[in-house]
Structures are given as structure tokens and as C-alpha cells.
């Protein structure tokens, strides 16, 4: 049973040795490193480019235009990435699409080691977007062992596997771009992106050979799917059924809809906020302050996560949601309150504190708002929300620090922020009826439909 399911009290316990469980499962070793590989490419991406790009010469506008091309793509094709990969499995979509993103990092490389035009960097950037997403498939293949009984007695929390993932989302998000930055400016400027590059498709290699942990297509819808989940509990092979191409969760489900909202303005007002520190650091005439800002933001993250996942909470999910959301809303609400170097690290403390939490609990909704089947699909569709946001936040701050100055980009910050936990509490309903029944394995979740 989930802990949300119990009265009383909002913290039944703290328990610190719940990571004791996700650690003794050796099955996930091997997809873990693989995907924090791969997370390690995803979260140099943007910054990595432009780093490479200016660094050989280009204009930023050349450099922003094809970050901005590879946010738009990753936002347009991932989910449909992800959408086959729970309908084929991974070790089936992976590859192909991996090669494409990898050919498109060759592309900008190549142009850039050889000086060439901007019109192939652009090229480069649409099809780096068909990056598959490490975050999602991590997940699903976490959610697959657990809810398919693979793992028995022996199983994790789910929330406590979506904290231990998101700080290894954190840890890919604090150290990767530092180090493509290094590499970039140490030894060459294509330096970053090319180990970037190599650890991704190391990381692809190893996924897709940790096939005893992949999940079936349609697992926990039934049919085929279910009866191939069930033969590997008993140890026979599982038989890999393609399922028929179905809608978009976007359009079909409204939690899923929610909760890319919910990102959406969460990327935008990280983004604003992450460039209007950049500003200021420069106003202050002390660039290396921007780098510190965020770095110590993002290992408060990722303690917070960490530490969150020790926490066994009653409150039914939805409720979770909206004081989550609240919090972050709130906690980085006070950016308009920012004047100084102080101010500034502050409040980007204090709202790393709250971001964790958020993205686990609504990670841990959409796992329980989706079939077992579609949650690829559906973790990459709030990935795409973010990244939706992250590409309007910047825009938005550069024009306003242009015009009126970094402050005013702080305030306009503030009402972005807001946009999160009012969406949140219009939409609590949404979210409430489209929670389903907590379940064990995958055959109670089937028993009751």
C-alpha cells in the first residue's frame, strides 16, 4: 500500500534507511549508470553548445539560435520518442533514435571544428533533439521491476526510488555543464560536447544491453503485456509485443496536461531566474557569482531530495501536489525581493529547497495517473513542459534586462512563479479524479479495472 493511502497525521515516519532497499537492487546497477551517463549529455546540452559555439567564434545569436532550435526539438520529438518506445521497448527505439541525436552532435562539431557556416549548426541542433530521455526510461524501468512483483518483499518505495532519481537528476544538472565549460576552455572548444557525446553513447550501449530489466510493452495494460511481465516473475522468458500506435497522453490525459503546465511555468521562471543571476553577477562586476548561486542551489536540491525521500507521507497525493507547488511558488516568489549578492543567494536557497520535493511528488502523480505502459511517455512529457518553459524564461528575462534592467526581470519572475501554484490549486480536482487506486503489482492494478 502507498503511504498517501493512510489518515492522520501528514508524516507517519522518517525513515532513514529506506535507501537501503533501492541500493540492494543489483538489477538497476547497470541501467542507473547508463542513464546517469546519458543525463550527464542531456544536461550540457544548452549551455555546452553555446560554450562551444561563441568560444569558436560565432555570434551568441548564432550560438542562442541553436540552443533555442535544440529545446524546440527536444519539446516537439521526445515525447514522441518516448510514445515508441513504450509501444516497441527501448532496446528497439533507443538505438535508431540515439544515432540520429549523436549525428546531429557530429554535425555541430564538425561544422565548428572546420569554421564552417551557421546553416549546419542549425541543422545539427533539430536533430540533437531526438535525444530519448534517461530521466523517463530510468523511471519506467524502476516502476516495472516494482509494480510487476519482479522484485518481491524485497521491492523500494516508488516514492522513495523517484527521490533517489531525481538526485541523480540533480547531480547530472550541478556537474555536467561545469565540466563541459572546463574541458571547453581547457583544451578545445568542441572538448565538452565531444565527451559529452562519447559518455552518451556509452550510456546507450549499456542500456540497451541490461535487457532482463527492460520493460515489456504493455505490461500493465493486460493481454499480452501482462502475461509476458508475469512469465518473467516466474523466471521464463517474457515475449515482447509491439503495441498499436495510440494518442498523445497530452491529449488524452489531464493530469498529464497539469502537470506539463506545471513545468512550464516552472522552466520559465528557472530560466528568467537563471539569467537574471547571470545579470546581476555582471552588474557586480563578479561573473564567477552566478556559477556559485547555482551550484549551491543545486546541491540543496539534491539533498532536499534526498533527505524528502526518508519522509513517508499520509496526505493523499493530490493534496501533496498543490502544497508542493505552493511552496515552490512561494519560496522562489520572493525574487522580487532581490537587491544584492545576498538577497540573491537567499532566495535561491530557499527555493531550492522546495523544488525536489515538487518534481517528486509530481513525478510519483503521474506514475499513479497513467497506465504502467505509457509512463515513458508521460515522465518525457513533463520533461518537454520544462523545457517549453526554459526556452520562454530567457527570452523573456534578456528583453526586460535590455530594456528596464535585471531587477525589473526579478519581479516579472515573481508573477511567473505564481502561474504554478495557482495552476495547482484550479486544477487539485483534475488531479483527484484522475488519481487511480494504489496497488502492489501489476496483477492487483489489473484485477481492479
Known amino acids: 500500500m502507498d503511504a498517501e493511502e493512510g489518515k492522520g497525521c501528514a508524516v507517519a515516519a522518517v525513515s532513514p534507511g529506506v535507501y537501503k532497499k533501492v541500493l540492494a537492487v543489483r538489477q538497476a546497477y547497470s541501467f542507473d549508470i547508463a542513464c546517469l551517463l546519458m543525463r550527464f549529455f542531456g544536461s550540457m546540452l544548452n549551455i555546452g553548445v553555446v560554450t562551444m559555439i561563441t568560444l569558436s567564434g560565432y555570434s551568441f545569436l548564432t550560438a542562442g539560435l541553436s540552443s533555442s532550435l535544440i529545446a524546440l526539438s527536444i519539446f516537439v520529438v521526445t ?12 532496446s528497439a527505439v533507443v538505438p535508431k533514435a540515439a544515432a540520429v541525436s549523436l549525428a546531429g552532435l557530429v554535425i555541430l562539431v564538425a561544422n565548428v571544428a572546420l569554421h564552417g557556416p551557421a546553416w549546419p549548426l542549425f ?19 524502476w516502476t516495472y521491476l516494482i509494480r510487476s512483483g519482479r522484485l518481491g518483499e524485497a521491492a523500494p518505495d516508488l516514492r522513495t526510488m523517484f527521490s533517489y ?31 559529452g557525446g562519447v559518455a552518451f553513447a556509452v550510456g546507450v550501449v549499456l542500456l540497451c544491453a ?37 494518442k498523445s497522453l497530452l491529449a488524452t490525459s489531464a493530469a498529464v496536461r497539469v502537470l506539463f503546465v506545471t513545468y512550464a ?51 493523499p497525493l493530490p ?42 511528488v509530481a513525478n510519483s502523480v503521474c506514475e499513479r495517473a497513467v497506465p504502467d505502459a505509457r509512463l515513458t511517455e508521460a515522465i518525457t512529457w513533463l520533461n518537454a513542459g520544462y523545457t517549453c518553459g526554459a526556452a520562454f524564461g530567457p527570452t523573456v528575462a534578456g528583453a526586460i534586462i535590455d530594456t528596464f534592467g535585471t531587477m525589473a526581470s526579478f519581479k516579472v519572475g515573481t508573477v511567473l512563479c505564481l502561474g504554478m501554484p495557482v495552476t495547482a490549486i484550479l486544477c487539485y480536482r483534475i488531479v483527484k479524479r484522475n488519481i487511480l487506486p494504489a496497488y502492489t503489482v501489476v496483477e492487483e492494478r489489473g484485477a481492479g479495472k
Open 319 to 360: 493534496k501533496q501536489f498543490v502544497v508542493a507547488a505552493c511552496a515552490v511558488g512561494l519560496s522562489f516568489g520572493t525574487m522580487f525581493l532581490i537587491d544584492s549578492a545576498p538577497t540573491l543567494m537567499l532566495v535561491a536557497l530557499l527555493g531550492a529547497a522546495t523544488y525536489a520535493p515538487l518534481l517528486i
Open 265 to 315: 511555468f516552472a522552466g520559465s521562471f528557472l530560466g528568467l531566474f537563471d539569467t537574471a543571476t547571470v545579470s546581476l553577477s555582471e552588474d557586480l562586476h563578479s561573473p564567477d557569482f552566478a556559477g556559485a548561486v547555482l551550484m549551491a542551489s543545486g546541491a540543496v536540491s539534491m539533498t532536499m531530495g534526498f533527505l524528502f525521500g526518508m519522509v513517508r507521507l499520509r496526505a
Open 79 to 90: 515525447p514522441r520518442v518516448s510514445k515508441r518506445i513504450d509501444e516497441r521497448g527501448q
Open 123 to 141: 541543422v545539427g541542433a533539430l536533430l540533437v533533439g531526438f535525444y530519448p530521455s534517461p530521466q523517463a526510461m530510468a523511471r519506467a524501468r
Open 210 to 246: 541490461s535487457r532482463s530489466t527492460e520493460p515489456v510493452p504493455g505490461w500493465g495494460d493486460g493481454g499480452a503485456g501482462a502475461a509476458s511481465a508475469a512469465a518473467e516473475v516466474e523466471g521464463e522468458p517474457a515475449v515482447v509485443a509491439e503495441q498499436p500506435p495510440r
Open 165 to 195: 532519481e531525481s538526485v541523480l537528476d540533480d547531480a547530472a544538472f550541478i556537474f555536467s555543464p561545469s565540466i563541459s565549460i572546463a574541458l571547453a576552455a581547457a583544451i578545445s572548444p568542441v572538448a565538452g560536447m565531444v565527451t
